[in-house]
């Protein structure tokens, strides 16, 4: 898997958009980016994923940037139960019996 | 709703004891994993199947056991022999291999 940077922590108010940036300056042609975040004491959540395109679900949006070395996750109107740690993964999607790897990522913040 | 479960939450295993973790899910997902995360660390593969009656090992599956005779299930099977099995254990399921990874809320072993 391709190495990722992530901020250690930010900060976000209720209500208002959360980006978090992530680096993957060494992805390969074929390694898709994945987001997850993992709430403290709970299975990590799946969030979206994406190649070139932006992608938008109805958790968030995934911006890629056209020489693919970097991407953001945008959390339109982060709550309070955003609070989490929030994990960029890169990862090819024909790789068999690998464990997705997660880094340190960024612990996200949300205030009232 | 479609996701899955795992039970139970909490377990504790006394010495020499084997204990079985549940992982169901109704995603209709061909592949499933079991992964274990100690505190402040990322998660370690200890065995995945792409289909039914057909399993592997991961990184760290010393200790442990699995079966898959249902498309829907996939225990664990914590041994004796695996001596140090406190840990937080979290169970996948993905389309296919190489597909997003959703998770369970995990179980949380602890001995005695």
């Known amino acids: 898997d391709a190495k990722t940077t992530q901020p250690p922590s930010m900060d976000c108010a209720e209500g208002r958009a959360a980006n978090l940036p992530c680096n993957h300056s060494?992805?390969?042609?074929?390694?898709?980016v994945y987001w997850y975040r993992q709430i403290h004491s709970q299975g990590p959540q799946y969030i979206i994923h994406?190649?070139?395109n932006n992608e938008t679900n109805e958790m968030a949006s995934l911006i890629i940037t056209e020489d693919r070395k970097s991407s953001t996750l945008i959390l339109p109107h982060a709550t309070l139960r955003d609070t989490a740690v929030y994990y960029c993964i890169v990862r090819s999607i024909d790789q068999a019996g690998t464990a997705l790897i997660f880094g340190k990522g960024t612990t996200l913040s949300v205030s009232s | 709703d479609g996701g899955i479960t795992q039970s139970p939450k909490y377990l504790f295993r006394k010495e020499g004891q084997n204990v079985t973790l549940s992982c169901e899910q109704n995603?209709?997902?061909?592949?499933m994993y079991w992964y274990r995360q100690d505190p402040g660390q990322g998660l370690r593969l200890i065995y995945y199947s792409q289909i039914v009656n057909d399993f592997q090992k991961g990184d760290i599956a010393e200790g442990y056991s699995v079966s898959r005779e249902k498309k829907e299930s996939f225990p664990l099977t914590v041994t004796s022999a695996q001596k140090n099995p406190t840990a937080f254990y979290l169970c996948a399921s993905s389309p296919q291999n190489g597909q997003p990874q959703h998770f369970g809320d995990g179980t949380r072993l602890s001995i005695l």
């Open positions: 994406g190649l070139k």
């Open positions: 060494t992805i390969s042609g074929n390694e898709y």
């Open positions: 995603l209709n997902h061909d592949a």
